[in-house]
């Protein structure tokens, strides 16, 4: 009787050491990992990327502006440095409008910005990463995604939203920044955040994004209709991505005061 006890004890130990062996990332339901993972399947799929983005912004009357531009990206290293492009194509008023940004998750963003009116390329201050993007409800900051390394994340639940099944997740910014905490829902089968709300101090509500597809291009899922909401001001801007390409072999030198005047043609068509 003994032996049979003993040996399905260590039956049952072994089956654990087994699990634990095979768990993953999700499985183990580490916040900081799980936002690790969805950031880097957002924002560094592939070595590099570029795509055709249509941007439309929707005011409270229901009023509507669109934004056609080309986005670019080469990354130095997967979570570190890393350089994007966005050339715009229409309307007038902001063709040939240029903007780079060159992301350090050890410092601060440097971001520019040329406008062809004036013939100026001006430097966007790291302290207007809130700032709204050429007129959208997206700031600087979402273009590139925000370092998971900048919040303390907690896993608070899982959820359904939507038909995806997600972890829920809190984040608290590490220093004072311009929202008191974030909610992120991350879908389990693809790892990429699906919902994110932003708090102030206060707990309002200060902007909400949502991915409305995902998609998988070139082997990566990705959110190819995404969403940003700010309800205090009852405004919308939905882009969709198409024509996506990963490792296509993006040039170093093409994220450089140069091109921000000259667009590279090969990728501006």
Do not use: C
């Not at 590490?174 to 990429?192: A, G, R, T």
């Amino acid at each position: 009787m003994r032996s049979k006890t003993l040996f399905g004890f260590l039956f049952l130990a072994m089956a654990t050491v087994a699990l634990v062996i095979t768990t993953g990332p999700a499985q183990a339901q580490d916040a900081t990992e799980l936002m690790k993972e969805a950031h880097l399947n957002m924002y560094y799929p592939g070595d590099d990327g570029s795509a055709r983005v249509a941007m439309t912004i929707t005011d409270k009357r229901g009023r509507t502006r669109e934004r056609n531009f080309v986005i670019l990206r080469r990354d130095w290293e997967d979570g570190g440095e890393q350089r994007y492009y966005v050339y715009f194509f229409e309307p007038n008023d902001v063709r040939r409008t240029t903007f780079m940004a060159w992301k350090d998750p050890d410092g601060d963003d440097s971001r520019w910005i040329y406008l062809p009116s004036l013939d100026l390329v001006k430097p966007i201050s790291a302290n207007d990463k809130e700032s709204s993007f050429v007129g959208s409800d997206f700031a600087y900051e979402d273009v590139s995604g925000r370092h998971w390394n900048e919040d303390t994340h907690t896993l608070v639940g899982e959820e359904t939203y939507q038909d995806w099944g997600t972890w829920k997740i809190e984040s608290v910014p590490k220093e004072d920044d311009y929202f008191e905490k974030k909610i992120s829902w991350i879908d389990k089968e693809s790892m990429l955040v699906v919902r994110e709300e932003y708090y102030d101090r206060r707990g309002e509500l200060l902007k909400v994004f949502e991915v409305g597809e995902i998609e998988v291009a070139d082997g990566y899922a990705t959110a190819t209709v995404r969403t940003m909401t700010t309800p205090r001001k009852d405004n919308s801007t939905v882009i969709e991505f198409s024509e996506i390409d990963y490792d296509t072999g993006v040039e170093e030198d093409i994220f450089s005061e140069r091109y921000l005047k000259s667009p590279p043609r090969k990728y501006i068509q």
